[in-house]
């Protein structure tokens, strides 16, 4: 079956980075479009950035220029690069394939 497990979430402070890592299995990962979400307390689940099958590459404004997302299709890997992060990107971040949800990783932005 489908497996999402992300990894790499932390406590970092304002104006650092982290790179979050999704492994996938269960499906042939190169030929989905992958995508980013987060939810932060309180608030409503989030898109934060996809990737097609091809590579192409889409973010919410509210990233756009501090996050890059990536993939490795030899290693069936989602990646997230977070630079000059700020504390309102503290969430629980997800790797999804469609309908399917991985357990998350915590990101704390500290001020």
């Known amino acids: 079956q489908v497996q999402l497990v992300e990894s790499g979430g932390g406590l970092v402070q304002a104006g650092g980075s982290l790179r979050l890592s999704c492994a996938a299995s269960g499906f042939i990962f190169s030929i989905f479009a992958m995508d980013w979400y987060r939810q932060a307390p309180g608030k409503q689940r989030e898109w934060v950035a996809g990737?097609?099958?091809?590579?192409?590459?889409n973010y919410a404004d509210s990233v756009k220029g501090r996050f890059t997302i990536s993939r490795d299709n030899a290693k069936n890997t989602l990646y997230l690069q977070m630079n000059s992060l700020k504390p309102e990107d503290t969430a629980v971040y997800y790797c999804v394939r469609r309908t399917d949800w991985g357990q998350g990783t915590q990101v704390t932005v500290s001020s």
């Open positions: 990737i097609n099958s091809a590579g192409s590459t």
